[in-house]
């Protein structure tokens, strides 16, 4: 079982329509990051958030960590097909050394 | 400066075999960790390294092992393969292994057994 659950699993929208990636936890992590997949290569960071509340946004991308650091979210505003891709959200705690993974949630921007 | 990388990209083995896998980091990089990816249960841990010492293991059978050397150049090694272990293979470094630092996933290793 995955200690992170990711929802939606697949999500397949039109260019210019806004999408929202849940990532949710019973268990509290010192940090969430979120990485983007593409086929045939590894996963690329896309943010880390640390603070419990805190939200960051990059340009089109806002990420947002839960009061408790237990879940998070990301929302894409007016999505083109670039943002085509695996989305993975995973969590760390301080001393452990390790990422635990959600299972993903595969996103497609149809033009 | 380079991005992490991993040798081969694909290989093709039968059950019962062994391979070894090579990870090298960034340059400067102390921390290298190993995930294996499938469709069906996603990423999971492996092990982490730091200065030749692995500081954390995942769930996995004493088939999969790695190591690290002084260079901070790891390598994995899974013995007498089984088709479930077929797999992407991925190895991810950072300066230190902690919380807030970045990991950089290098394109990983295609295993296939048959």
């Known amino acids: 079982t995955q200690l992170l659950e990711q929802s939606p699993q697949f999500l397949s929208i039109q260019e210019g329509e806004n999408l929202t990636v849940y990532c949710n936890s019973s268990s509290v992590f010192s940090s969430l990051q979120w990485y983007r997949q593409e086929p045939g290569e590894g996963p690329v960071l896309l943010v880390t958030?640390?603070?419990?509340?805190e939200v960051k946004k990059l340009k089109r991308l806002t990420f947002q960590f839960g009061d408790a650091r237990k879940d998070s979210s990301l929302h894409i505003t007016a999505a083109q097909p670039g943002d085509t891709g695996l989305y993975l959200c995973?969590?760390?705690?301080?001393?452990?050394?390790?990422?635990?993974f959600g299972a993903g949630t595969t996103v497609t921007v149809r033009a | 400066k380079a991005g992490v990388t991993q040798t081969p990209r694909y290989l093709i083995k039968t059950r019962g075999q062994q391979v070894t896998l090579s990870c090298s980091p960034i340059s400067g990089h102390r921390s290298v960790s190993w995930y294996q990816q499938t469709p069906g249960q996603g990423l999971q841990f492996l092990f982490e390294y730091f200065s030749e010492t692995q500081r954390n293991k995942g769930n996995f059978p004493g088939r999969f092992s790695g190591r690290q050397f002084s260079n901070s150049r790891s390598e994995m090694n899974v013995s007498t393969l089984e088709l479930g272990d077929s797999a992407l293979y991925l190895c991810?470094?950072?300066?230190?292994?902690?919380?807030?630092?970045?990991?950089?996933f290098g394109p990983g290793t295609r295993l296939l057994v048959l």
């Open positions: 958030v640390v603070t419990g509340g």
């Open positions: 995973a969590g760390a705690r301080s001393n452990d050394y390790k990422l635990s």
């Open positions: 991810a470094s950072s300066l230190g292994g902690g919380y807030q630092e970045t990991q950089y």
